[in-house]
């Protein structure tokens, strides 16, 4: 099964932008869709992007315009480009990946089969 180890959260200032990546071993990732969650403290976990394993991308309405996911299939990566940071967007980000259901709507947490460990994400103001 694969193992997922999120990288590239910190600390940044609003407006910034950071990237963070998502490293799948013991498992080829082109067998899996890849999303994005994140839980600030005191609140739910939260969807934020899924890459279909045919590239189609789905994000939550709070991060349109301003995160963009991909893929390196060659390199069994995933990313999460995030531009235009704010303070709402502080959290712990997990990578996760879904070997089961197509398509790109995709944003239920029971839906992924694997997690990362999450990174933390702090945008201060």
């Known amino acids: 099964q694969v193992q997922l180890v999120e990288s590239g959260g910190g600390l940044v200032q609003a407006g910034g932008s950071l990237r963070l990546s998502c490293a799948a071993s013991?498992?080829?990732?082109?067998?899996?869709?890849i999303a994005w969650f994140r839980q600030a403290t005191g609140k739910d976990r939260e969807f934020v992007a899924r890459?279909?394993?045919?590239?189609?991308?789905y994000y939550a309405d709070s991060v349109k315009g301003r995160f963009t996911i991909s893929r390196d299939n060659v390199k069994n990566l995933a990313y999460l480009q995030m531009n235009r940071l704010n303070p709402e967007d502080t959290a712990v980000y997990y990578c996760?990946?879904?070997?089961?259901?197509?398509?790109?709507?995709?944003?239920?947490?029971?839906?992924?089969?694997?997690w990362g460990q999450g990174t933390q994400v702090t945008v201060s103001s």
């Open positions: 996760a990946a879904d070997e089961r259901y197509s398509g790109v709507r995709r944003a239920t947490g029971s839906v992924y089969d694997y």
């Open positions: 013991g498992g080829t990732l082109t067998r899996y869709a």
């Open positions: 890459i279909s394993r045919n590239d189609q991308t």
